[in-house]
Every structure is written in structure tokens, then in C-alpha cells.
T-cell receptor
Framework: SQQGEEDPQALSIQEGENATMNCSYK?????LQWYRQNSGRGLVHLILIRSNEREKHSGRLRVTLDTSKKSSSLLITASRAADTASYFCATVEYGNKLVFGAGTILRVKS | KAGVTQTPRYLIKTRGQQVTLSCSPI?????VSWYQQTPGQGLQFLFE???????NKGNFPGRFSGRQFSNSRSEMNVSTLELGDSALYLC?????????????FGSGTRLTVV
């Protein structure tokens, strides 16, 4: 089962612009994680934000978490062509089971 | 250090056959999980192993099974393949089975059932 919705489903921007992706989830969480997937390959862990955190930064990535709205957003600043990928949020259910959103396909045009 | 290694990368099988996929986790990682990714269903959890024990299983039929060896390497088996089993199968490893860390994924095995 999917955790929730990701919005938008697809995003196309120019290099240098910022990209924002949103994720909603359904259950209480300990943490929320974001992953990137390049062209049907493996997932790369980007960032993890704990339920008691509201914002976290890692390089050009900024993640926010609003537990009252059960939502999170991922901001990629100054995007590059190499950022073209699918981005997934994931929460953890009992037994260390990752539950993923449907993903956002990001295309960065150079 | 080496990442998570999945073999083979690509596989074509015929309906009714069975298939075994292999996953070698990062050295020292004892938890291995498997996921199926399809265009229709997205990423779905299959099962998780820790110290050779299956700790959790997703909503998949009994045709899907797995195991973990004493060196933490894991295999998953799908018997009596169906067309709908065509998917990217991803393996993930972590140091210990905890919710507090991200997972490291392999590049996946692309299974095509014809």
C-alpha cells in the first residue's frame, strides 16, 4: 500500500531554478525519509527528518515536516541537470517496512 | 566500501518458471529488505530479514519467498512466474533493523516475464 500522495506527479524546470516536491502521509511517524531514483535504477537515500524536527538541510536540499498536517516538502535549490530523477518520500511502519509515496518525476532542462 | 550488490541485473523468464535473485548487503550490515517496483503499484515491501530470520513480510502471495544466510547475503525466489511479476526488484540493507537510519539500496534486478 502507498503511504500517500506526492505532488506534483511531474515537474519540469530550467537549470538554476528551485524545485519543490510535496508528500503527504497517513499514519503517525518516527521519521520521514526522501530518496532519489535515477532512471529505473536503485534508490539513493537523500535525507531523513525526525518527527520532532521541523526543518533540515543537507547541501542544496531542504526538507520540512508538518506532523499536524501529515505532510513534508523537499526543496532542491539551484537545480542542475544531474538532479533529473524521480523523488520519493517514505515513512517507516512496524518492522522497518518502508512505505513509499508515488513519487515526483523531476526534469531539469539545461 | 562496496555498496549493496544485486545479481543478476537483468533477467528474462517465461511464465511458469521460477527465479532466484541475489543480494549482498554492505559489509557489516545484517538487515536486508526486498522491494518490488512496478509502474502500476509503485514501490511495495516484500520482506525483511535480520540475522537469518524473516522479521516482516508484505502482502504478496506465497510464490514469493526469501532467505538470508549467515553471511547476511539474501536471496529471494519467485515460483510459477506470472506476467505481473515483471518488475524491478530492489534490495536494501542497513546496519541494524532500526527506524532511525536510512537504507542503502542496490541497483536492482530487472525481471521480465514473457
Amino acid at each position: 500500500s502507498q503511504q500517500g500522495e506526492e505532488d506534483p506527479q511531474a515537474l519540469s524546470i530550467q537549470e538554476g531554478e528551485n524545485a519543490t516536491m510535496n508528500c503527504s502521509y497517513k499514519t503517525s511517524i518516527n521519521n520521514l525519509q526522501w530518496y532519489r531514483q535515477n532512471s529505473g535504477r536503485g534508490l539513493v537515500h537523500l535525507i531523513l527528518i525526525r518527527s520532532n524536527e521541523r526543518e533540515k538541510h543537507s547541501g542544496r536540499l531542504r526538507v520540512t515536516l508538518d506532523t499536524s498536517k501529515k505532510s513534508s516538502s523537499l526543496l532542491i535549490t539551484a537545480s542542475r541537470a544531474a538532479d533529473t530523477a524521480s523523488y520519493f518520500c517514505a515513512t517507516v511502519e512496524y518492522g522497518n517496512k518502508l512505505v513509499f509515496g508515488a513519487g515526483t518525476i523531476l526534469r531539469v532542462k539545461s | 566500501k562496496a555498496g549493496v550488490t544485486q545479481t543478476p541485473r537483468y533477467l528474462i523468464k517465461t511464465r511458469g518458471q521460477q527465479v532466484t535473485l541475489s543480494c549482498s548487503p554492505i559489509s557489516g550490515h545484517r538487515s536486508v529488505s526486498w522491494y518490488q517496483q512496478t509502474p502500476g503499484q509503485g514501490l511495495q515491501f516484500l520482506f525483511e530479514y535480520f540475522s537469518e530470520t524473516q522479521r516482516n513480510k508484505g502482502n504478496f502471495p506465497g510464490r514469493f519467498s526469501g532467505r538470508q544466510f549467515s553471511n547476511s547475503r539474501s536471496e529471494m525466489n519467485v515460483s510459477t512466474l506470472e506476467l505481473g511479476d515483471s518488475a524491478l526488484y530492489l534490495c536494501a540493507s542497513s546496519l541494524i533493523p532500526t527506524v532511525d537510519y536510512g537504507y542503502t539500496f542496490g541497483s536492482g534486478t530487472r525481471l521480465t516475464v514473457v
